[in-house]
T-cell receptor
Framework: DVKVTQSSRYLVKRTGEKVFLECVQDMDHENMFWYRQDPGLGLRLIYFSYDVKMKEKGDIPEGYSVSREKKERFSLILESASTNQTSMYLC????????????????FGEGSRLTVL | AQSVSQHNHHVILSEAASLELGCNYSYGGTVNLFWYVQYPGQHLQLLLK??????LVKGIKGFEAEFIKSKFSFNLRKPSVQWSDTAEYFCAVNAIGYSTLTFGKGTMLLVSP
């Protein structure tokens, strides 16, 4: 089974703190993604990465950055946390995007619930 | 840009009732379509997917979805829901030319015993 592991299930941080969310996948997937999930807004893409050291902005990248130094690990960084970044953060991975049945399907981690006070 | 619209934010049903959750997408080209489910306290998991071929797709736990290209729709159905189907359901689309999945806002289904 594909396993996507997020390092922290629950975090509480203060405004202005730097926050690191870590994600590791064990299926040698090329693609990794960070979403945030908010009630009534669904999943919104923050950043994604096709390969090591590559990153692309998603729909809501402001206030976030990412790092992908190794293929299996994708980190989300909040340089200076704010209260409006209180949310559930979901990491996902997939094989190369394409149009075959084996590709495109996302595998999700269990999520990291971040509260910023 | 691709977008996904789910018709209902909340649905409440009694056990054994039939379910249909609406999903429409906006993209004129070839698409892959997905339904994901998130049970309380669990991670998102794939329910079913459509890539090509038979537009009626069967997934896990008795769910199915029908792709109607002319209506840009991919509605999820189940003939008889159970209390354990209580969850949030997300429709998603991936179109050629777009490298990521776009999700709908989700539908929370509550099944009362």
């Amino acid at each position: 089974d594909v396993k996507v592991t997020q390092s922290s299930r629950y975090l509480v941080k203060r405004t202005g703190e730097k926050v690191f969310l870590e994600c590791v996948q064990d299926m040698d997937h090329e693609n990794m993604f960070w979403y945030r999930q908010d009630p009534g807004l669904g999943l919104r893409l923050i950043y994604f990465s096709y390969d090591v050291k590559m990153k692309e902005k998603g729909d809501i990248p402001e206030g976030y950055s990412v790092s992908r130094e190794k293929k299996e690990r994708f980190s989300l960084i909040l340089e200076s946390a704010s209260t409006n970044q209180t949310s559930m953060y979901l990491c996902a991975s997939s094989f190369s995007t394409g149009m075959t049945p084996e590709e495109g399907e996302l595998f999700f981690g269990e999520g990291s619930r971040l509260t910023v006070l | 840009a691709q977008s996904v619209s789910q018709h209902n934010h909340h649905v409440i049903l009694s056990e054994a009732a039939s379910l249909e959750l609406g999903c429409n997408y906006s993209y004129g080209g070839t698409v892959n379509l997905f339904w994901y489910v998130q049970y309380p306290g669990q991670h998102l998991q794939l329910l079913l997917k459509y890539f090509s071929g038979d537009p009626l797709v069967k997934g896990i736990k008795g769910f199915e979805a029908e792709f109607i290209k002319s209506k840009f729709s991919f509605n999820l159905r189940k003939p008889s829901v159970q209390w354990s189907d209580t969850a949030e359901y997300f429709c998603a689309v991936n179109a050629i030319g777009y490298s990521t999945l776009t999700f709908g806002k989700g539908t929370m289904l509550l099944v009362s015993p």
